[in-house]
């Protein structure tokens, strides 16, 4: 699109736009009836609707209305009040029934740079600085379509929060010239050969790798790869690359049947399991279907006044363990056993730190049916192996 086809759009819009304002303007005088209503007052009006123009603009609209013999000013009034024309075009129960005709391409492009908006503002901590950097573009020129063309839209700014209950760490320092030279090899599916610190040996290690894919979670982001010769996918986190050489003659070998999800899913088995929990009040309310429910399909079935059995089919994932250990002492797993026997080792590790503490002790949380829950070594996934 060139510069005139974009400035043609633009003037279409701001037309539409001004269209629009009118609108609404002449529809606030209908409704005010015989007493008319100020110039100021439409301004109020105005900016309650999303607008943001100044009073002059207010004042040339309704020299418009006026000079086209849509208003008129009402009789008496030292301030200038106005009401409907006898003799206008303006229908009432149109106004109030039938909304102002929007541009449909118009209201999207409007709705998606509210998205583009909204994501940037409010889900940045769930995304890492050089993907917002890369979107920071489009954030710009979505929030100026929104602050200037469509004002309407833009009163959902500030009325929507995201947020999460987990704390978020403080974001790796990544060099973003390797984070660029990995993007190019993954569409270009070559090999790079790159020096890499690894933490066991505590050593740099000149490693050729063939990229699979780039995996963004929590604060850090990690290429998943693997070396050349081998098969074993590692998960290898970027700010630990000290160099990055693109080898474009050489093209990148993908293990047969990866697939990039299923394995950042951390999975601990393919197959659903069947999962039974022992919850109590407030997690069943809380995982009831009408709420946050853990799956589609899920049964409750009553054990006494205080505990809940939950059953239903779940992934058994690293994030399912983690989700468990979360919740404390909310819950208790009680099948399948193997999945009981890795949290009650967790479990275990944990209350141990606290066993002699005469603190935790005195507190009746420091019995087995309550003790608080906490992730031990032994759960921790280590996403940085070399």
Not at 47 to 58: L, S
């Amino acid at each position: 699109m060139d510069q005139r086809t974009t400035g043609a759009v633009a003037e279409r819009g701001l037309a539409a736009i001004t269209r629009d304002r009118r609108n609404r303007v002449q529809a606030k005088i209908a409704a005010a009836g015989k007493t008319g209503i100020t110039t100021a007052e439409l301004g109020c009006f105005l900016q309650d609707e999303g607008f943001k123009e100044d009073i002059r603009t207010v004042q040339r609209d309704v020299k418009h209305l006026r000079d086209d013999h849509e208003i008129v000013r009402v009789e008496g009034d030292t301030v200038p009040r106005w009401r409907l024309a006898e003799a206008s075009r303006w229908s009432l129960n149109e106004a109030v029934v039938t909304p102002p005709k929007v541009d449909p391409k118009l209201l999207k492009s409007a709705r998606v740079a509210l998205s583009i908006v909204t994501l940037y503002e409010q889900a940045s901590h769930l995304l890492h600085q050089s993907a917002l950097d890369d979107l920071q573009e489009q954030y710009r020129s979505s929030k100026q379509l929104l602050e200037k063309h469509q004002r309407h839209e833009s009163r959902w700014l500030g009325k929507v929060v995201m947020g999460t209950q987990q704390l978020q760490l403080r974001q790796a320092q990544i060099n973003k010239r390797w984070l660029h030279e990995v993007q190019l090899a993954l569409l270009g599916c070559y090999q790079l050969d790159a020096l890499y610190y690894s933490r066991n040996s505590a050593q740099e290690q000149r490693k050729v790798i063939n990229p699979l894919g780039l995996s963004y979670q929590d604060s850090s982001i990690y290429v998943i790869c693997t070396y050349a010769g081998e098969e074993l996918v590692r998960t290898l986190p970027l700010q630990r690359f000290r160099d990055i050489t693109p080898m474009h003659a050489w093209e990148a070998v993908v293990p047969a049947g990866f697939n990039l999800k299923a394995y950042t899913q951390r999975l601990v088995e393919p197959d659903a399991i069947t999962l039974k929990l022992r919850i109590n009040e407030k997690m069943r309310i809380r995982l009831d279907p009408s709420e946050t429910p853990l799956a589609e399909h899920q049964r409750f079935t009553r054990l006494d006044e205080k505990w809940w059995l939950l059953e239903c089919e779940a992934t058994y994932s690293q994030g399912l363990v983690w989700w468990i250990l979360s919740h404390g002492e909310n819950l208790e797993v009680l099948e399948p056993a193997r999945l009981r026997q890795k949290v009650g080792q967790c479990v275990t590790t944990a209350a141990s730190y606290y066993t002699n503490d005469p603190a935790c002790c005195s507190t009746p949380s420091s019995s087995a049916s309550t003790r608080p829950l906490a992730i031990s070594t032994e759960c921790r996934v280590d996403h940085s192996k070399p």
